[in-house]
Each structure stands twice: as C-alpha cells, then as structure tokens.
C-alpha cells in the first residue's frame, strides 16, 4: 500500500511548474480534493489545545489505517495552511464518532499523502505519457483481429470460379459454407471479386 502513495508535497513540487506557482498548485490541489477528484489521508493528526499541539494519534507510534480526510474538510484549508505535507485548518472538521481514528476536532494533520495512481490519472508525468502510449499501442497489436489474408484470399480465388450473377444471389450463410470462412470474410472477398473482375 505504501507504494503507491506520494506525499502531499511531491504532489504539489510536481504541479509547480504547471501551474506556475507553488501557491497556484496548493490551490488546484486542494480543488481537486474539494471536488473529491482525490482522496487524501493523514498518519497523524490531533487538535491545538490550551497546551499546544495534542496528538490523538500518530501511524509512527501505533500503526494503523492513515486517517481518511473528508472533501469537505477542505473547504477550509486555504493554501497559505499546508508546509509540506502537514496541514493546519481554519477551522477544525470533526472525526467520525466510532471510528478507529476517534471523534472529535481536528485541527491539523501530518504526513499527509495520496494514491500515486489516482494522482498520475490527473497529472502525469512525461515518464506517465510514454508509458501509458506505450501500453496502449501493445494492447492495439494484441487485439488485432479480423480474417487472415491468406483466407480472404483463398475465398477470392474461389469465388472467380462463379459469375457475378451468382455471386450475388448467394446469401451470407451460402458462401460460409461453400467457402469455409467467416460471412465477413466471404462478404468481403465478395466485394472485392465484383469490383475487380469483369465477369459477367
């Protein structure tokens, strides 16, 4: 699983340059989050108190499933609100009651991160680009069907031994069994005798 994640702010170094800004990629990024175009999760989060930062969990010291961040609770992370991948909210979302992760507020998250996958679905890099083209022009050559030509050429062969006339009178169930081939094969084949032949 870990493998396929990438830090918020590998996210972000890689939109920088298309958006021209850090600040400009921050905030396409979290439109995206908001939309609910990706899914974000933290490995540790908590709440500012009356002492400070108080962790209510932290992935490093009891490993479990990272927090999922809700798109909702985007609405109110402006962009001057993320270093790095660490997050501080406006205003807090609050935890689900009865979820591994607790209820409550939540102010601010660590070591946040998204799916590698979803992320080069919507921005690939170059390395992306070359390796899905490369993947599709494979699948195109592995899915290449239709009759051999050597058969349509056999059928072709065959069917100059008949006139137009009787060609054309011959239905498609016909000429796939007097031919053994496909009947888009011998419609094909057909096709081609009439248009090239002058038999009449």
Sequence with gaps: MTADRITL??????LTPKTGSESAAKIELIG?????DLQAAANAWGEN???GREYRYDCAVDPVIPLPIPAKAWATCDSGYID??????R?????????PWGSGNIDFAHSVH??????DLIWPTETNKITSTVSANSRKIQRARGPKPEKRGRVISEMRAFSHA???AMTELEMEK???????????????????????
């Design 114 to 119: 998204l799916s590698r996958t979803a992320v």
């Design 32 to 36: 995206r989050l908001l939309r609910g």
């Design 49 to 51: 108190g009356s002492e």
């Design 178 to 200: 007097r031919f053994g081939a496909s009947r888009d094969t011998c419609r094909t084949a057909r096709e081609i005798v009439l248009a090239n032949d002058d038999k009449g």
């Design 166 to 168: 009787d060609l054309n």
């Design 84 to 89: 790095g991948s660490n997050i501080n909210w």
């Design 91 to 99: 205003q807090p979302w609050h935890g689900k009651n009865g979820s």
């Design 9 to 14: 702010a590998e996210v972000i170094a890689r």
